[in-house]
């Protein structure tokens, strides 16, 4: 890696970032790996650059759990980026979840269009959502890999996409 120069290093870990950003959100392990990427390309100067490339895309986890022909999933964490969040609403979010408005589930994406099979949001009369759920009856029946979409809106409007594969049977 001494070979490489710092513009070298730099298309590296730019690439990385695109690349983590593929599904749309970059998660807190694959910040972790291009964090790791630079001190091992021996760029931590870098860091400071890689924290600002990353924190231009807003975070999303969610657990997923298989139990036989089903699926339960878990909005765990979301973090946005507050650069152009007025400061009096930063100063009223406290816990992660209220800067979720709206979360959806395509629970068999073909790699197309998100195709909106449940769904969750928040209310004047209901303040809080829900935060786990299984996928419905027979949305399995088959065993093989699926592609299951996560959608979040935040409450600024935009969305955010997570993507899980899982095995099923």
Known sequence: YAKIDLAGKRAILEAACVMAAIDGEVDFAERDSIRRLAMLLDCETEMAWIDTRLSELAALSVKCEVVKQAVHLELTDFIIPLDDVPHDIQKAITHWEQWVDYWAV???NKGDAFHNQWQDYRTRQKKTL????????????????????????????????????????
């Open 106 to 108: 395509d629970w068999d």
């Open 130 to 169: 829900q935060k786990v759920i299984t996928s419905p009856p027979g949305t399995y029946a088959a065993p093989g890999e699926y592609k299951i979409v996560v959608k979040v809106i935040d409450i600024l409007g935009n969305d955010t996409t997570k993507t899980l594969r899982v095995e099923i049977g």
